[in-house]
């Protein structure tokens, strides 16, 4: 899933051109395609949700991106979506996995589903406005500084909450999903990446207080939501914006607490040795709640360079349900322009993280368990997963990249048997 920056308050991480004008139309479309390999790691055994060695994948998405001004304020989106491929080791393997645009569901063949169809409507605070240039997700014109955004309908909650502008697009920056969004944050959505519901925003000066209820998937990672919030998830954000130095930075306070049919870690352990069986988190699920929070930092430190960090930590004796299987984590990384160096639209990202499992998640991953995307089916040596990505995204020309991305995995799934493992991927991404 890759969330739209454009959201109705910043400008967005789509690399996109305006189509149309702010006449009230708008008219966008993209194209990624990624190819990511891991070559041979020490691999001494495996389990149904292993990253395996000696492989290569490919992902392919093509989106349209319509939106309309149906009335003062009021803006209306829809985004059809070809798919096709598969994530490495089928999108599993590793908590903090490679690629955020190998989704949950693959297949050999291009599929149409419609990924985001939403209303938004901005609402007055005060006589001050501002320009924003036309983008996928945002209509060029005007707009109040002061107010308050509704968005309701099928959209990404990353497209409103834990936006970062260095580290959020797996088609224009970082592709682990440790690095574009915050590890810990369990954010409804299906198998795709989106979700049902409604938002609520509130720009006042430098301060923005978000709002959201989704829908969670039926089951874990299910390709199917819920439609009636009978299992769902609330958010809030605080975001404060600054200046330092002259320079823009942004800090932002996100809380999610997710009700549903979830299982205790201990629980489904429990009544595995009760009755000799692999731990199964389906057989102890009761209606309970999860939460988690994360703090989001960037700064910008000169016209080229920014720097970004998120940690996180949720509650790790409950299973997570729509996103991975990280009770803490922590990254640290940089954006650096090429200007420097006579290429001003190339950009350099470097990134270190660590994911981590609290004691309760361990122990049912060393008795066989097997998590949202981890199981090795044993777990003698624990480890953290830490992982460091770097890429070089080339401009060839206006709206056309092409990226080399690396990343090294050390203790893939939490397992200082396996690994380390080196990702190797080429992204190519074009929008107008």
Do not use: C
């Given at each position: 899933m890759a969330p739209l920056a454009a959201r109705a308050q910043a400008a967005p991480q789509e690399?996109?051109?305006?189509?149309?004008?702010?006449?009230?139309?708008?008219?966008?479309?993209?194209?990624?395609?990624?190819?990511?390999?891991?070559?041979?790691?020490?691999?001494?055994?495996v389990g149904d949700n292993s990253l395996t060695p000696d492989q290569a994948r490919e992902t392919f998405d093509a989106t349209l991106f319509a939106g309309a001004r149906l009335w003062r304020g009021a803006e209306v989106w829809i985004s059809p979506e070809i798919d096709q491929g598969f994530g490495l080791s089928n999108t599993l393997g590793v908590a903090g996995f490679p690629s955020a645009e190998a989704y949950k569901v693959g297949r050999n063949s291009p599929y149409l589903r419609l990924q985001r169809l939403y209303l938004r409507q901005a609402i007055t605070l005060g006589d001050g406005r501002e320009y924003v240039a036309g983008a996928a997700g945002q209509l060029a014109g005007t707009r109040p500084r002061n107010r308050v955004v509704v968005t309701i309908g099928k959209f990404a909650v990353g497209d409103v909450f834990d936006t970062n502008a260095y580290a959020h697009d797996p088609r224009g920056d970082f592709l682990n999903w440790a690095a574009v969004d915050a590890g810990t944050f369990d954010y409804a959505a299906d198998a795709w990446g989106y979700s049902t519901g409604v938002s609520i925003e509130a720009y006042v000066g430098p301060w923005t207080v978000r709002g959201g209820l989704f829908n969670l998937s039926k089951v874990p990672n299910g390709e199917t939501l819920e439609p009636r919030f009978g299992q769902y998830q609330i958010n809030a954000e605080?975001?404060?914006?600054?200046?330092?130095?002259?320079?823009?930075?942004?800090?932002?306070?996100?809380?999610?607490?997710?009700?549903?049919?979830?299982?205790?870690?201990?629980?489904?352990?429990?009544?595995?040795?009760?009755?000799?069986?692999?731990?199964?988190?389906?057989?102890?699920?009761?209606?309970?709640?999860?939460?988690?929070?994360?703090?989001?930092?960037?700064?910008?430190?000169?016209?080229?360079?920014?720097?970004?960090?998120?940690?996180?930590?949720?509650?790790?004796?409950?299973?997570?349900?729509?996103?991975?299987?990280?009770?803490?984590?922590?990254?640290?990384?940089?954006?650096?322009?090429?200007?420097?160096?006579?290429?001003?639209?190339?950009?350099?990202?470097?990134?270190?993280?660590?994911?981590?499992?609290?004691?309760?998640?361990?122990?049912?991953?060393?008795?066989?368990?097997?998590?949202?995307?981890?199981?090795?089916?044993?777990?003698?040596?624990?480890?953290?997963?830490?992982?460091?990505?770097?890429?070089?995204?080339?401009?060839?020309?206006?709206?056309?990249t092409i990226a080399a991305d690396y990343q090294l995995v050390a203790n893939p799934g939490y397992n200082r048997d396996r690994g380390p493992a080196n990702v190797f991927a080429l992204r190519m991404h074009a929008a107008f």
């Open positions: 690399s996109t051109t305006t189509t149309g004008s702010d006449k009230g139309l708008a008219l966008h479309g993209q194209a990624t395609f990624i190819v990511q390999a891991t070559p041979a790691f020490r691999s001494p055994y605080v975001e404060r914006r600054f200046s330092i130095a002259g320079r823009t930075g942004a800090m932002r306070l996100t809380i999610f607490r997710n009700r549903g049919r979830f299982s205790r870690f201990d629980d489904a352990v429990a009544l595995a040795n009760a009755t000799g069986q692999l731990p199964d988190l389906s057989l102890t699920r009761m209606r309970r709640s999860r939460w988690g929070a994360s703090v989001n930092l960037e700064q910008a430190v000169s016209d080229t360079v920014g720097l970004f960090g998120r940690a996180g930590v949720a509650d790790g004796s409950i299973e997570p349900y729509d996103f991975t299987d990280i009770d803490r984590t922590a990254q640290f990384g940089t954006s650096i322009g090429g200007t420097k160096w006579g290429r001003p639209d190339d950009t350099v990202g470097v990134v270190a993280i660590v994911n981590s499992i609290t004691a309760p998640h361990r122990r049912y991953l060393a008795a066989g368990g097997l998590g949202l995307l981890v199981g090795d089916g044993k777990l003698p040596h624990y480890g953290a997963e830490a992982i460091g990505e770097a890429y070089y995204q080339l401009s060839l020309r206006k709206g056309i």
